[in-house]
């Protein structure tokens, strides 16, 4: 089946907001096998939208709105909605029993621009919004499919997860089953020509690439007639997909972020972390310590700016600041060694670069980038050269730091291994 997206608010078209609703339902429509070929953003509109709401009926199966359905005037997604489809709006009185509880139990008066929350298209299923006043709604006419969500991501997730996701389950013959591979420290580019051929060859299951900051997940999603089915024919395609990336693979769990996985891998080998930054100005332990359980494995986090601070802090040579500069790969190492004797961790990375958009040079250009880690005395610092603008090259330095940590855990735990 098609499903096509349409985003509602001029809020969007005028970029005060991200619009990060259409790219969740747009994967989370990919995870149910649902083809879709158009997503559209309409502003606070009604002709507009009109004409986007018909097109959209015209060309796929299914057509989710979201946003649109406040107590105000330019909240016009529903009214539209019942005149494409040729519906009245009639007060619904669960949802209207609903909306006046909602806003009694926060002390709220109710206005009577409220209730207009409480009108529906005639013969729609209504569905709860548990996190606010504006109702979802699921309405089917002449074997179309129209679902309408509040715009609030707060809002919205919940009720596509609880209600949509199993609705559009229901309307998919078969079952859609996925496993997610995350891969770190490979290049999207590289990764895809490392399962070129994986690719090229692939019916079901399918392979699918998404590039996120510092690293590639590849979903592989099979279609068959039981859960249990679709899981055999994923099966091998994971294990093919583990023996090419090897320990670049961090997780095959959706769940679990790469700042987990370092510090589950830390927890597992009784390790513990410090971290040194500069321009990343703390960024990485904020990372880390996100992590529930994080505590039991973080000692502490510093950050460091000046070359004086660097100096006192971390016992950086004076010598190596003059001679090779703080963005060098003496000063990564000497800052990782610092920490390392200051926090009496086990495992300290550093950070130290130039993330812009000032301060760069022919020599040293934005976006270089050092970063150390340091296992128990035994010290790697590697080189980056990241690209865009200055929270781009910070979130990159940090991705990469992860990433570094986790493998020089894992090479000092085989190394110990070895010995043993």
Not at 75 to 102: C, M
Not at 255 to 268: F, H, M, W
Not at 355 to 371: F, M, N, Q
Request: hydrophobic residues 40%.
């Amino acid at each position: 089946m098609v499903v096509e997206l349409i985003s509602v608010g001029t809020e969007i078209l005028l970029g005060n907001i991200v619009n990060t609703n259409a790219a969740y339902l747009a994967e989370q429509c990919a995870g149910l096998g649902l083809s879709c070929y158009y997503q559209s953003v309409v502003g606070d509109n009604a002709e507009r939208l009109q004409g986007t709401l018909q097109m959209a009926l015209e060309r796929s199966d299914i057509v989710i709105l979201g946003g649109g359905l406040g107590p105000t005037q330019d909240d016009l997604t529903k009214e539209v909605t019942a005149k494409v489809l040729g519906l009245k709006l009639v007060e619904d009185g669960h949802s209207r029993e609903r909306i006046k509880e909602y806003m009694e139990t926060r002390g709220l008066d109710v206005t009577e621009n409220n209730w207009k929350q409480a009108l529906a298209p005639e013969g729609a299923i209504i569905i709860d919004n548990e996190n606010g006043t504006a109702p979802g709604m699921i309405i089917e006419k002449d074997g179309k499919h129209v679902i309408l969500l509040p715009g609030p991501p707060g809002e919205m997730r919940p009720m596509f997860e609880k209600s949509i996701f199993p609705y559009l389950s229901e309307l998919q013959p078969g079952v859609i089953y996925s496993k997610t591979v995350k891969v770190c420290g490979v290049g999207e580019s590289i990764a895809e020509t490392m399962i070129k051929d994986m690719i090229a060859a692939q019916s079901n299951p399918t392979i699918a690439t998404y590039a996120k900051t510092g690293e590639v997940h590849l979903r592989v999603t099979a279609k068959a007639e039981s859960e249990k089915e679709a899981r055999k024919l994923v099966k091998p395609v994971v294990k093919e997909l583990k023996g090419r990336f090897g320990n670049s693979i961090y997780t095959t769990d959706t769940e679990v972020t790469l700042e987990k996985s370092v510090v589950d891998l830390l927890t597992a080998n009784g390790l513990t972390v410090s971290t040194a930054e500069s321009c990343t100005g703390g960024l990485l332990s904020a990372r880390l310590i996100n992590v529930p359980g994080a505590s039991e494995v973080f000692k502490a986090g510093y950050v460091s700016y000046s070359n004086k601070t660097k100096r006192k802090l971390f016992g950086v040579k004076r010598n190596s600041l003059e001679k090779y500069g703080a963005v060098s790969e003496v000063v990564a190492k000497e800052m990782a060694k610092g920490a390392a004797i200051l926090s009496k961790a086990d495992v300290v990375v550093s950070v130290t670069g130039i993330a812009g958009p000032d301060g760069g040079s022919e020599e040293k250009p934005v976006g270089l980038v050092y970063i150390g880690c340091q296992v128990r005395g035994e010290s790697v610092v590697k080189e980056y050269h990241f690209k865009g603008n200055r929270n781009k090259i910070r979130e990159a330095s940090v991705s990469a730091a992860l990433g570094l940590m986790r493998e020089c855990i894992l090479q000092y735990c085989s190394n110990v291994m070895f010995a043993e």
